[in-house]
T-cell receptor
Framework: GAVVSQHPSRVICKSGTSVKIECRSL??????MFWYRQFPKQSLMLMAT?????????EQGVEKDKFLINHASLTLSTLTVTSAHPEDSSFYIC????????????FGSGTQLSVL | AQTVTQSQPEMSVQEAETVTLSCTYD???????LFWYKQPPSRQMILVIR??????QNATENRFSVNFQKAAKSFSLKISDSQLGDAAMYFC?????????????FGTGTRLKVLA
């Protein structure tokens, strides 16, 4: 099956620093990538949708200046948490869709961000 | 706006028995996709089963099957011959079938415990 690679799996950073999370589709071209945030024992909350070569569409309440999303190619999307604060600590998950043929959504393994 | 509701926060099943997880959704669209995803303790999201709304036949994948009731907007998951490895969070998800920008909307999840 299709593979989505997400790195790093875990990151600990100091308050005020920026953290970049990478999401790569390894064996297919991802026309659309989604970024989710998941709090403990809760569901996935969609943060933004990105299409290759265009600006990301952010969900209501998500600060686009804090959560910078870049979808530079059909296989790579990045999420940068700028000036991270403890309240940004969470589990972030990316997912990718090929948008062709049988529609399926493939997920990365997630990134646990801890801001001290 | 579409919504997905999972009314069972937690379910338990004896090993080798059958369990059904409930999911209802609300939409005004006629064309859409429904999914069940599994999230084990590793937190990797895994696709369990997929259903296109235009198909009347219920999807099946080995021990997993769905009961799709389009008029009632119900999409339950049946797990037969439950195994210890089935223990996980299960999320029901909806995706619009119309072209253009779309989102996957997830329910709040059901935690399934499998008792030995």
């Amino acid at each position: 099956g299709a593979v989505v690679s997400q790195h790093p799996s875990r990151v600990i950073c100091k308050s005020g620093t920026s953290v970049k999370i990478e999401c790569r589709s390894l064996d297919f071209q991802a026309t659309t990538m989604f970024w989710y945030r998941q709090f403990p024992k809760q569901s996935l909350m969609l943060m933004a949708t990105s299409n290759e070569g265009s600006k990301a569409t952010y969900e209501q309440g998500v600060e686009k200046d804090k959560f910078l999303i870049n979808h530079a190619s059909l296989t790579l999307s990045t999420l940068t948490v700028t000036s991270a604060h403890p309240e940004d600590s969470s589990f972030y998950i990316c997912s990718a869709s090929s948008g062709t043929g049988v529609e399926k959504l493939f997920f990365g393994s997630g990134t646990q961000l801890s801001v001290l | 706006a579409q919504t997905v509701t999972q009314s069972q926060p937690e379910m338990s099943v004896q090993e080798a028995e059958t369990v059904t997880l409930s999911c209802t959704y609300d939409t005004s669209e006629s064309d859409y996709y429904l999914f069940w995803y599994k999230q084990p303790p590793s937190r990797q999201m895994i696709l369990v089963i997929r259903q296109e709304a235009y198909k009347q036949q219920n999807a099946t994948e080995n021990r997993f099957s769905v009961n799709f009731q389009k008029a009632a907007k119900s999409f339950s998951l049946k797990i037969s011959d439950s195994q210890l490895g089935d223990a996980a969070m299960y999320f029901c998800a909806y995706r619009s079938g119309t072209s253009g920008t779309y989102k996957y909307i997830f329910g709040t999840g059901t935690r399934l415990k499998v008792l030995a």
